[in-house]
């Protein structure tokens, strides 16, 4: 159907991670190059890393009071269920006040009260589930919803399945923009075999120890370097590991500029949270993936099992994660230049980078069928 391409009030349920957050701001700026007069409001439970995100984008925010519910004792479960009617009750009030054209929910407790307050007032929902197995939230909601957005196809079994969309998980604009305007390793100006090591946003010290305690274990480093995201906690600590292995490398506790680390490396070492894979996958890169252990239905070692099934990543347990498997595995993959290209390939062809746009596009198309 032609798109009108009219102004609409758009509400996005997203707290708790840069998971849910990221893609519900990549979702939002889609919607904003379509129908640019068209305003947007987040929901969100309050954090501060919710703010950070939602007012560097340049979007407005609202909080509910809402805990999660797993993983919770029964007298604490009890607590934060007694949060959910005031919070239904006081999203109703936003979306009424907002006048809200439609409201998408991207996971998380957070979203639960704002869909079912959407629910009761009429107003067209939609999900995105980021991961491959999906959360509390979006397995309820996803039976009456009107769209369902899956990163992954086999996320949702649904008995209407025309209502499930497989378009992939948005992923950062500049990160599309970096893997569109240069090929693979296309910004690199030497030789040098690159290793990225994400420790994540908030640290993850068994994969920070690991690759550190690594390093006596390489025969012949030579042209290897590291780049090492470590979190604010083991920065110290690992900056002075390379420095006694003698091992070249770049460590800091954040990197700013992502997408330009991403295209200079020849292999990541990381987690496998839904943003990270779909970020992997965009780039074309190859991956040994850690998947962090404790994660909600082990949702990371699904998301990673996808990419290393297809033979596009490597997948070691935490449990069976030692320095000397970690570095046996770097070094093979570092003496296999055209096995590291053919996994890269495969990568290449799980990347959504249309994503974000692709989403757009039909919730607009969807929000216009229902008026």
Request: contains cysteine; proline residues 5%.
């Amino acid at each position: 159907m032609e798109l009108k391409n009219k102004p609409y009030n758009i509400i996005l349920a997203a707290g708790g991670t840069g998971g849910h957050l990221f893609p519900a701001v990549a979702i939002a700026d889609a919607i904003k190059e379509i129908s640019p007069e068209s305003r947007f409001l987040f929901i969100a439970s309050g954090k501060e890393l919710e703010k950070k995100i939602i007012d560097s984008a340049g979007y407005s925010m609202e909080t509910i009071s809402i805990s999660g519910l797993a993983g919770l004792g029964v007298f604490t479960k009890m607590k934060a269920a007694s949060k959910i009617p005031g919070a239904v009750f006081k999203s109703a009030a936003i979306i009424k006040g907002f006048e809200a054209d439609a409201v998408i929910g991207m996971g998380s407790y957070t979203a639960g009260p704002v869909l079912l307050a959407a629910k009761m007032l009429g107003v067209p929902t939609a999900i995105h589930e980021q991961n491959r197995h999906p959360g509390i939230t979006n397995r309820m909601m996803s039976k009456y919803v009107g769209r369902v957005y899956s990163s992954f196809e086999d996320t949702f079994q649904l008995d209407k399945p025309e209502r499930q969309k497989y378009l992939g998980n948005p992923v950062r604009s500049d990160i599309v923009e970096f893997s569109k305007n240069c090929g693979n390793n296309g910004s690199k100006k030497d030789d040098s075999f690159k290793i990225l090591v994400l420790g994540g946003s908030q640290g993850a010290r068994s994969i920070n120890r690991a690759v550190t305690a690594s390093l006596p274990f390489f025969s012949d480093p030579g042209n290897m370097e590291f780049i090492h995201q470590t979190g604010s906690n083991d920065y110290e600590d690992v900056k002075a590991g390379y420095e006694k292995a003698g091992i070249k490398s770049e460590v800091r506790p954040f990197f700013d500029d992502m997408a330009k680390i991403y295209a200079e490396a020849d292999l990541l070492i990381c987690r496998a949270g839904a943003s990270t894979v779909a970020e992997i996958a965009v780039m074309g890169k190859t991956a040994i993936f850690i998947p962090f252990p404790s994660a909600a239905g082990d949702h990371q070692s699904q998301n990673a099992e996808a990419l290393e099934n297809a033979g596009a990543a490597i997948i070691i347990e935490e449990r069976d994660l030692t320095p000397e498997i970690l570095a046996s595995r770097i070094t093979c993959l570092k003496e296999s230049p055209e096995a590291l290209k053919e996994m890269s390939l495969v990568s290449k062809s799980f990347g959504r980078p249309d994503a974000a746009k692709e989403i757009a596009n039909d919730i607009i198309s969807w929000i216009e069928s229902k008026i």
